[in-house]
């Protein structure tokens, strides 16, 4: 089975080749950890301690993930040697930066020589995988080598549901294997389940995302970004973040609309991917607006004078959206008027912004319904909705102020979920199986 995988995984990369030469290239992606990806031949340095993997892709997971990681730690006071790995070249960046002190390494590709390389290498006492990272060849290692491997913040879209359906038969091994599935919601664990999750070992923890997410305008982070941006007080910040194709067009025509009426309005945009960031910046500067990159920027000790005449600000950095969301009056989330299902609006909902976003939320479908019973968001139908609605919370401060103190709320709510996963991840490492408990 393993053989027949390698070959559609070798027919896949050659397939695609052409694509990644090319970004490679254009944009210099892909080019670190070739050895770590294709051979398994990662860079660890055991220090006698038992060793637990984790392992995040995108910038969204490894910042979850070190929320886990610092507690684990905590619970087990550094009994295990840490390792934590990535596929993608924005999450490689942010993990150099969150986890200095713990091995770090890329995650191989499915390849049986390359994960039976990394696995022997590395020696895991448990393999923990954010939100739902299944590749067989690597999981059939693992069994074969009885490496416990757990899902943590675990999620199902329906959408997923349905595609994972047609191929159950294929899929159950893969799930009747993992040790601990930590999902988001009870919904999320039913649909693990009828994959073929064990349901004894299946619990629902809540997200993760909820846990730790900054509260305060005032956390130092954000407020070196108001003042490397000059903002004032006086002024009111539309932040459209997350966007991709064609959003930040519709947050740029949204604020040439309002600045009429709104003299005061600021408008920040940030692209979902770093390889567009020259490209949305052309579309402002094309249009002869003033424009501050904040890459241009190194410092806050910088003359604010520039800064004022630029009421355009293209957060082009990686890691510092968090941050950027404290500013916001008024925050549209993107990935939600394309194909793309959504992207995090935890963050801005828990400074108490008023948050917005299009109808293609399926990604974070239960979020957003918690959001909505809240009555702590409002949900665009259409992208012709965005500038009046815009409009009707910079003219209504009450409402909006309103709506971001029920977002708030409804994070607050949730949280805990971070805890109860580390505490689970513990008891899989006990020498003494303890019954997993159903928790909410």
């Given amino acids: ?27 210099g992606r892909y080019r670190q950890g070739l050895a770590e990806k294709l051979l398994g031949r990662v860079d660890f340095h055991a220090d006698g301690r038992p060793v637990v993997w984790f392992h995040a892709v995108s910038v969204g997971e490894v910042i979850q993930l070190q ?52 696995i022997r290498r590395i020696r895991p006492a448990q393999v923990v995988l954010m939100e739902l990272e299944l590749w067989p060849n690597f999981l059939a290692e693992c069994h074969r080598l009885d490496v416990p491997v757990s899902i943590i913040n675990a999620r199902m879209s329906e959408r997923s549901h349905r595609g994972y359906g047609r191929i159950r038969f294929l899929l159950k091994p893969l799930f009747t294997r993992l040790a601990l599935v ?21 619990v629902v923890t809540g997200s993760i995302k909820f846990d730790g ?47 009429g009426q709104h003299s005061q309005l600021r408008l920040i945009l940030v692209p979902r991917h770093r390889e567009r960031f020259d490209e949305v910046a052309a579309l402002v500067t094309s249009r002869n607006l003033p424009l501050l990159r904040r890459s241009s920027v190194q410092d806050s000790s910088q003359q604010h004078a520039e ?29 939600s008027f394309g194909n793309r299902g959504g992207q995090n609006m935890m963050e801005p909902a828990a400074y108490g912004a008023g948050v917005l976003f299009g109808p293609n939320t399926w990604n974070f479908r239960d979020i957003v319904e918690r959001f909505r019973e809240a009555a702590g968001c409002v949900q665009l139908q259409s992208s012709h909705q965005l500038t009046s609605t815009v409009d009707e919370l910079l003219n209504d401060p009450a409402r909006r102020q309103q709506l971001g103190r029920n977002a708030q709320k409804a994070v607050l709510q949730q ?18 199986t303890i019954p997993l408990r159903r928790v909410a």
Avoid at 84 to 95: F, H, K, Q
């Fill in 1 to 27: 089975m393993r053989w027949l995988l390698n070959a559609v995984y070798m027919l896949l990369l050659v397939s695609i080749s052409p694509v990644i030469t090319w970004r490679m290239f254009r944009h």
């Fill in 67 to 118: 929320k886990v990681v610092d507690e684990f730690r905590r619970r087990t006071r550094d009994e295990f040697q840490i390792v934590i790995s990535t596929s993608t070249d924005t999450g490689w960046e942010l993990v150099q930066k969150r986890f200095a002190d713990c091995q770090k390494t890329w995650f191989p590709l499915d390849f049986s020589w390359a994960v039976s390389e990394a």
């Fill in 182 to 202: 930590a999902a988001q919601s009870q919904t999320y664990a039913d649909r693990l389940i009828s994959l073929g999750a064990s349901e004894q070992r299946t």
């Fill in 213 to 259: 997410v900054e509260t305060s305008r005032t956390n130092s982070k954000t407020e070196n970004l108001r003042r490397i941006f000059g903002l004032k007080s006086g002024e009111t910040v539309f932040v459209a973040g997350s966007t991709q194709e064609p959003e930040e067009q519709l947050a740029l025509e949204t604020w040439l609309q309002l600045r």
């Fill in 307 to 335: 800064m004022d005449n630029k009421p355009i600000i293209l957060l082009d950095t990686i890691g510092e959206l968090s941050a950027c969301w404290g500013l916001a009056d008024v925050a549209f989330v993107g990935g």
């Fill in 415 to 432: 949280q805990g979920a971070t805890a109860r996963t580390a505490e689970l991840l513990h008891e899989v490492l006990l020498p003494v």
